[in-house]
């Protein structure tokens, strides 16, 4: 089975930077790509960015520009980089894989903070 493991979430003030960090671990076969979600609370689970195997990638316009998400496949390992942080993106930032086989599996999340 597949584990993802988030981290580097935090408390920042706003316009400061973060790096999240999502490693897969386990019997996993091909991934088609890797995303990431958030969840504030008491809203839905919204996608944030995904990096498909051929390493294109798609962001929501609410963080184009200032994130950018990558993979490092012989790790395993997707990662968020965040910068010119809003108060807007305080959430539960949520690893997500859907691999080959069609088998989709979920991290734990980490949480972000950015304060005004």
Not at 12 to 30: D, E
Not at 46 to 71: C, E, H, P, Q, W
Request: proline letters at 2%; aromatic letters at 8%.
């Amino acid at each position: 089975q597949v584990q993802l493991v988030e981290s580097g979430g935090g408390l920042v003030q706003a316009g400061g930077s973060l790096r999240l960090s999502c490693a897969a671990s386990g019997s996993i076969s091909r991934i088609n790509y890797m995303a990431w979600y958030r969840q504030a609370p008491g809203r839905q689970r919204d996608l944030v960015a995904t990096v498909t195997s051929d390493g294109s990638t798609n962001y929501d316009d609410s963080v184009k520009v200032r994130f950018t998400i990558s993979r490092d496949n012989a790790k395993n390992t997707v990662y968020l980089q965040m910068n010119s942080l809003k108060p807007e993106d305080t959430a539960v930032y949520y690893c997500n894989l859907n691999a080959d086989n069609r088998r989709i599996y979920w991290g734990q999340g980490t949480q972000v903070t950015v304060s005004s």
